[in-house]
């Protein structure tokens, strides 16, 4: 007797072509509404802008969940490593590569120290993450205070506003750095073990794979993410405030969410989580386009993330009650 199961570990999401069709019907329906003006050059380079950081942070998020952990740190972290840059160049004379670099790397040690804190408290992710959330917006009120920070390298917002095409160089890098990460996990034995550890952490305890490292790697690789996103947001926003980040918590859980990335890990979905974050982008376009309600985005958004979420536990559920097939 011998039975068929699907293995839990996957790299991939089975609803592209849902995603691809939603975004496609969304674009569409924009460029009908707007005369056509929302496909237009300017409209494309600034819609593409906006929509690096949600990206990185998406995929940030998507490492932490790969692993079964949340990161609630994702904004305080990147508002406090986009000050720190910030405040290096404008108020001490930093040149803008060293305050970048300074800035990345404070921010993947801050993902590290999450990390360590889960490992050696055995406190969940949840609950770390909200703390160092509220230490590091406290940190970032107290480098930027109540103004904007602005007066830093006029090379760097430049670089925030090169194009190739009309495509920004933000865009692109966000692209880029998907790419990497998806490489990471398909061809990389550590990132396939890292996979393997969500799926089935005491299988992957069995098989040798480490637990600590495992989920000190992902905190670390998210933080590094969020560092990348930091560096977007100073270079393609006209100045850095205590703002920066607050808005990041849910456009991070909802691009690998609806993106197909289950919560209880086991798998990534970086293809999915590019078209999720691009359609959390259009809703903020439509709510530009027909003057919504500010409110209005984060109730659609967060509603298509509750609905995504029950769909995914309703689909887990019914298969468990799937008869179990036998062969002879």
């Known amino acids: 007797m011998s039975t068929t199961t699907k293995p839990r570990t996957r790299l991939g999401n089975p609803n592209i072509v849902v995603l691809t069709a939603v975004c496609v019907l969304g674009a569409l329906v924009l460029t009908i509404s707007s005369g056509g003006t929302f496909l237009s050059g300017n409209s494309i380079r600034g819609f ?26 994702v904004g305080a972290l990147g508002g406090f490593s986009a000050a720190l840059m910030a405040v290096l160049m404008q108020d001490h004379g930093v040149p803008a590569v060293p305050a970048l ?42 480098l930027v205070r109540s103004f904007t920070v602005d007066g830093y390298s006029p090379w ?52 040798g794979v480490s637990e ?49 990335v289950a919560l209880t890990g086991g798998g990534i979905a970086v293809l999915g989580t590019i078209l ?21 985005v984060s109730f659609i958004i967060g509603a298509v993330v509750l609905g995504t979420v029950l769909l995914s536990t309703r689909r887990n559920g019914l298969r468990l009650w799937r008869p179990v097939r036998r062969t002879p």
Do not use: C
Request: proline fraction near 4%.
């Open 48 to 73: 593409t802008t906006f929509l690096a950081v949600p990206i990185l942070i998406g995929l940030a998020q998507m490492v932490t969940l790969s692993v079964g952990q949340l990161n609630l740190a």
């Open 276 to 296: 999720a974050a691009v359609l959390v982008r259009l809703v903020d376009a439509a709510h530009s386009l027909y003057s919504w309600d500010p409110s209005s």
């Open 101 to 142: 670099l300074i800035g990345i790397a404070a921010a993947t040690l801050g993902g590290a120290v999450n990390g360590v804190i889960v490992v050696v408290t055995r406190i969940n992710g949840f609950i770390v993450t909200l703390a160092t959330m509220t230490i590091l917006t406290g940190l970032q009120y107290k």
């Open 156 to 207: 760097l917002k430049d670089l925030g506003a090169t194009a190739i095409g009309p495509l920004p160089l933000v865009f692109l890098l966000a692209v880029a750095v998907a790419g990497v990460l998806a490489f990471y996990y398909r061809r990389m034995a550590v990132g396939r073990r890292m996979i393997a550890f969500g799926g089935n952490p005491f299988a992957a305890r069995l098989s």
């Open 212 to 260: 600590s490292r495992h989920l000190i790697l992902a905190h670390t690789l998210s933080g590094l993410l969020v560092g990348v996103a930091a560096v977007v947001s100073v270079a393609s926003l006209p100045g850095i405030n205590r703002s920066v980040g607050g808005d990041w918590m849910l456009p991070s859980f909802a691009a690998p969410i609806i993106g197909g």
